[in-house]
Each structure stands twice: as structure tokens, then as C-alpha cells.
């Protein structure tokens, strides 16, 4: 006799059709994006991509559960290193104050004259 939370034997039949074709589907699609981004990545050739740091970050986010070893076979833009480098900033960033993030942003302000212009016209006017 059945226990009340078993599944009949032909309603098992049918989840293990389901999750295997929903399986086979999965890798075609992976095996499809994979492909499409080795010809992406060959049409680019050598050239270095920019990403911005939103890129990054949704990289990261998808990038740091596969681990180096999955990431070094999927990833076709940036090495699996790399991902797991900007994980490790941007853990840096948010909790220790780091001063990876403080030195990044002195760099990107560094050939901005503007803070230096608008503190001096400050002083002027007020000071």
C-alpha cells in the first residue's frame, strides 16, 4: 500500500521524462552560448573589452558561484581570475573601507580639475 506522500510509479516516469528533456534543453542552450561566444570573442580578437563597473558586477554576481574551475571553461571575456579578482574588490569596498576603493577613486578624480576649480571659487567668494 502507498504511503500518502508517494507519487504513483507513472507519475515518477514522468518527472524523470520532464527533468531529463528540461536537463538536455539546458545544455543545448549553454553549449549554444558558449559557441556564440567564441566566435564574439574571435571577431574581437586581442583587443581589450572596457567594461564599466555595473558590467563588472553583474559578472561578478553570476561569475562567483561557479567557482575558477567552471568559470576558466564558460568564460570567454575575462579569465576566471579576473571575475573572482573584482569579487574580492568589491567585497573589499563594502566591508572593510578598503583602500583599493579609496585609491580607485582618487585616480578617476585625479585629471578632473573641476573639485580643485569649484573649491578654489569657493574660497573666493566666501573665504
Same mark, same amino acid.
Given at each position: 500500500? &502507498? #504511503?500518502? @506522500?508517494?507519487?504513483?510509479?507513472?507519475? #515518477?516516469?514522468?518527472?524523470?521524462?520532464?527533468?531529463?528533456? /528540461?536537463?538536455?534543453?539546458?545544455?543545448?542552450?549553454?553549449?549554444?552560448?558558449?559557441?556564440?561566444?567564441?566566435?564574439?570573442?574571435? #571577431?574581437?580578437?586581442?583587443? &581589450?573589452?572596457?567594461? %564599466?563597473?555595473?558590467?563588472?558586477?553583474?559578472?561578478?554576481?553570476?561569475?562567483?558561484? /561557479?567557482?575558477?574551475? /567552471?568559470? @576558466?571553461?564558460?568564460?570567454?571575456?575575462?579569465?576566471?581570475?579576473?571575475?573572482?579578482?573584482?569579487?574580492?574588490?568589491?567585497?573589499? &569596498?563594502?566591508?572593510? @573601507?578598503?583602500?583599493?576603493? %579609496?585609491?580607485?577613486?582618487? #585616480?578617476?578624480?585625479?585629471?578632473?580639475?573641476?573639485?580643485?576649480?569649484?573649491?578654489?571659487?569657493?574660497?573666493?567668494?566666501?573665504?
Amino acid at each position: 500500500m &502507498r #504511503q500518502r @506522500g508517494d507519487m504513483h510509479p507513472i507519475h #515518477q516516469v514522468l518527472a524523470v521524462l520532464i527533468a531529463g528533456w /528540461l536537463n538536455e534543453q539546458l545544455q543545448n542552450t549553454n553549449e549554444y552560448l558558449r559557441e556564440e561566444n567564441r566566435v564574439l570573442r574571435a #571577431q574581437l580578437g586581442r583587443k &581589450r573589452i572596457k567594461l %564599466t563597473d555595473d558590467q563588472r558586477r553583474r559578472l561578478v554576481a553570476k561569475g562567483k558561484n /561557479l567557482g575558477r574551475r /567552471l568559470l @576558466g571553461q564558460v568564460g570567454t571575456i575575462v579569465t576566471s581570475d579576473t571575475i573572482l579578482g573584482w569579487h574580492r574588490e568589491l567585497i573589499a &569596498r563594502n566591508y572593510e @573601507g578598503s583602500d583599493v576603493a %579609496t585609491r580607485r577613486a582618487s #585616480q578617476r578624480h585625479a585629471d578632473d580639475p573641476r573639485p580643485v576649480r569649484a573649491r578654489a571659487e569657493r574660497c573666493r567668494v566666501g573665504c
